[in-house]
């Protein structure tokens, strides 16, 4: 199984809703994390860079449409609006603020679970990659729709960090990206410890691709010194 989960933020105030999305994300594959209120929630969208947000709009310290707001400042994520709230109003409004889709509580479980998936393959789809897709680059392969990555058909175990670099510069292969760009698309702000911890996930990820061929020090992506990376084309693997 690889650990390169789809990452849920669920940014609900009722506890035992917020359990019962958690369980039901994780026992169908998905790496769920929670926050009770907006504060809480914007904090650990930050933190976390989820892939999607199942957000309440009845927050106790505002509304949730302030999230979907601050949210949209900076990232495309995928956001799921799960409300009590019913009126057209309501639902016109969060989604012409950004949010990706609407579900009014009470919800089926196969129905959040269909728009969760939906709305992921909707984002894969706006970022270029097709349903389906798979990169393949000498001996190395990846699965987009299943975040799964292969080296001379052995899957490598990424933490979803390192999948998320590695995925990101394989959709811009040969290209240099600089260290900002990349930071700000894996983890959504830049910091002082950034370019640092980019180099340290970096380091591993090469480690556990290994070299492409035995005793060979070349490796599929290379270090533009002081600028950023670069994965290498076809054309430039012998």
Not at 20 to 31: D, R, S, V
Not at 131 to 145: K, M, S, V
Request: aromatic share 8%; proline share 2%.
């Amino acid at each position: 199984m690889s650990n390169n989960k789809y990452k849920v933020l669920i940014i609900e105030d009722d506890a035992n809703i917020c359990s019962f999305i958690k369980t039901i994300l994780e026992a169908n594959g998905y790496q769920a994390i929670a926050a009770g209120n907006c504060a809480q929630g914007k904090m650990m969208f930050t933190s976390y860079v989820p892939d999607l947000i199942i957000l309440d709009l009845g927050l106790p310290d505002c509304d949730g449409t302030e999230v979907i707001r601050f949210v949209r400042e900076s990232s495309s994520t995928a956001i799921v609006v799960l409300s009590a709230r019913s009126d057209e109003y309501d639902k016109v409004q969060a989604l012409d603020m950004g949010a990706n889709d609407y579900i009014t509580k009470p919800f089926g479980t196969e129905e959040l679970l269909a728009r969760v998936r939906v709305a992921l393959r909707n984002r894969r789809q706006e970022s270029g990659i097709a349903p389906g897709t798979r990169f393949t680059l000498a001996d190395l392969e990846i699965n987009y729709d299943k975040r799964q990555v292969f080296v001379k058909g052995e899957e490598v175990k990424l933490t979803q960090t390192e999948y998320n670099i590695l995925a990101y510069l394989s959709e811009h292969v040969g290209k240099i990206m600089t260290y900002a760009v990349i930071i700000r698309s894996v983890w959504g702000v830049m910091d002082s410890g950034s370019i640092k911890k980019l180099q340290v996930n970096m380091a591993s990820i090469r480690k556990k691709l290994g070299s492409r061929i035995d005793n060979d020090n070349t490796h599929y992506i290379i270090n533009e010194l002081g600028v950023g990376y670069r994965m290498l084309e076809e054309s430039e693997i012998e």
